[in-house]
């Protein structure tokens, strides 16, 4: 059986604009931040494992701790995305199903509590097989569980929790095991960052790690960040996949979209995000932002971080890190 992915396009990511005011903008860093979580399999087959990581940015010198943990069902955006059910409670469930209890073992919730965690698809495919069935022939499930759409995947929630300081955040991820026979999606990469500027920098200029690349103060510098390109110019990493519109038009094979997210610690980002949509954004443009360098009566320390987070529309999710120094 074939099945048919339906992700859409992000289209209302681009969109999004910077907040106003006197709040932060989204992509300036000034407290503790979980910026991104990736694992290096976003999709896993039957018997697969993915290590899990996250971009934390604690506020100065500060020690982070973490927690990490997984849950197929959980109770939604609403409820902080905490899971439905207790292991045991699933585990109870799983016995009562199979009147065999002890045949197939649920693995504890807990993930650990290192900068890192791992999941192991350790469950058989059949078990979120069986998932989807129950929902699709209308199943006892609970109001205040949130569905998954059961189209070949399964989405798994990853939840952490990070503490710094004395506060502490909690940011979801959501990796996909396949319980039938489709091609796995894999990360999309950044390749190098580089900065633009006709009085110091008038060709595009990598930012090396060491040294760092020094940058004048309070003035404009173009960014671009570099991706793998087919021979059309085309990002080589927006796979193609099977959508089918929500108008019911028919299924047809589109390409991912990819969205650039741009974090700063000082001064001000053309824009907060960026994205490849094909046809209709090219990569040139997505790749592609200006950055106003922080005066010093705004931002005192004399170097500053960026990061550009890359993810597509099927849970693909990377990123990239360089420090400049700032110039008087």
Do not use: H
């Amino acid at each position: 059986m074939r099945s048919v992915l339906r992700f859409g396009p992000i289209v209302g990511l681009l969109g999004l604009a910077a907040c106003t005011g006197d709040f932060t903008p989204y992509n300036e860093i000034d407290r503790l931040r979980v910026l991104a979580i990736s694992a290096d399999k976003p999709w896993l087959a039957e018997g697969d494992s993915t290590r899990i990581e996250a971009l934390v940015v604690p506020v100065g010198d500060n020690t982070v701790t973490y927690n990490w943990s997984w849950c197929p069902l959980t109770q939604g955006s609403s409820k902080g995305y905490e899971c439905a059910f207790t292991r045991d409670e699933l585990q109870q469930q799983v016995d009562e199903a199979t009147m065999m209890p002890g045949l197939l073992r649920v693995p504890p919730f807990e993930l650990g509590t290192s900068s890192t965690a791992v999941y192991a698809y350790n469950l058989p495919a059949a078990f979120f097989s069986s998932v989807c069935s129950a929902i699709s022939m209308g199943g006892e499930i609970p109001d205040f569980v949130e569905l998954p759409a059961c189209d070949g995947t399964f989405p798994i929630t990853i939840r952490l929790t990070v503490t710094s300081n004395g506060e502490s955040l909690t940011a979801v991820k959501e990796i996909y095991v396949l319980y039938e026979d489709l091609p796995l999606n894999t990360n999309p990469t950044i390749n190098d960052l580089k900065v633009k500027r006709a009085e110091d920098y008038p060709e595009p200029t990598s930012v090396t790690e060491s040294p760092l690349l020094k940058l004048k103060r309070g003035v404009d510098y173009d960014l671009e960040v570099v991706v793998p390109l087919d021979a059309d110019g085309n990002p080589s990493q927006a796979e193609p996949y099977l959508y089918t519109p929500p108008d019911g038009s028919g299924e047809k094979t589109i390409k991912e979209t990819l969205v650039f997210t741009w974090f700063i610690e000082g001064g001000e980002m053309d824009r907060a995000r960026t994205g490849y949509i094909d046809p209709d954004v090219p990569i040139d443009e997505a790749r592609r932002n200006i950055w106003t360098t922080p005066k010093k009566v705004d931002y005192e320390r004399t170097t500053a971080r960026m990061f550009v987070v890359i993810q597509d529309n099927r849970k693909g999710t990377t990123w990239f890190a360089r420090t400049f120094e700032l110039e008087d």
